[in-house]
Structures are given as structure tokens and as C-alpha cells.
Nanobody, 116 residues
Framework: QVQLVESGGGLVQPGGSLRLSCAAS????????MGWYRQAPGKEREWVAI???????NYADSVKGRFTISRDILKNIVNLQMNSLKPEDTAVYYC??????????WGKGTLVTVSS
């Protein structure tokens, strides 16, 4: 069984920074992808960033150059450093892990609000 627990959300002013963390437990394979998604009020969930083991990272165009995803394989933690935050980044941010059988696991989410 896999569990994902996000933390680090909160209220921040435009231009500010936040660091989200996702602690994973259970059967986590380092070669499988972990990532972050977000869902803004009234919108569908969208992909933000992904990292695969020690491989490359990818970002949505809307966050490229502002967000950085990192993963500590030994501790099973994936972080999302968010800089230059904009009001349109306001959303619930979810951690995601896709296991070797293709099953997708989700955390409960952490709310990020960017507002002055």
C-alpha cells in the first residue's frame, strides 16, 4: 500500500515562494515517476511537474523557470520549490506516484493561495 502526504501549503503574496513536500510510504520504486498536479477552483486537475527516479524532470509551460521539482530517493520525499508565485498558481496541489503496475496514487492535497 502506498501513502502520500503533502505539506507546505499556505498563503503567500504574489512574487513570493513556497516549498511543498510529499512524504511517500509503502512500496515506492525509485525508477517510477513522482509528480505534482494542481486543481484550481472550478477547473480540472492539471499536471505541474514530474520526475522519474534519477532521470529527467519535466514541467508544465505555465510553471517552467519558476518551479523546481526534486526527489530524495532514500527518504521517499519529493519537493516542489515554487518561486515568483502568481495569483493564478492558487490551487490545491496534489502529489502523485505511478507504481509499476500502472496504478496511480494520490495524496489528499495541500492548499496554496497566492494573494495580496
Amino acid at each position: 500500500q502506498v501513502q502520500l502526504v503533502e505539506s507546505g501549503g499556505g498563503l503567500v503574496q504574489p512574487g513570493g515562494s513556497l516549498r511543498l513536500s510529499c512524504a511517500a510510504s509503502g512500496s515506492i520504486f525509485s525508477g517510477k515517476s513522482m509528480g505534482w498536479y494542481r486543481q484550481a477552483p472550478g477547473k480540472e486537475r492539471e499536471w505541474v511537474a514530474i520526475t522519474t527516479g534519477s532521470g529527467p524532470t519535466n514541467y508544465a509551460d505555465s510553471v517552467k523557470g519558476r518551479f523546481t521539482i526534486s526527489r530524495d530517493i532514500l527518504k521517499n520525499i519529493v519537493n516542489l520549490q515554487m518561486n515568483s508565485l502568481k495569483p493564478e498558481d492558487t490551487a490545491v496541489y496534489y502529489c502523485n506516484y505511478v507504481g509499476p503496475t500502472g496504478v496511480s496514487y494520490w495524496g489528499k492535497g495541500t492548499l496554496v493561495t497566492v494573494s495580496s
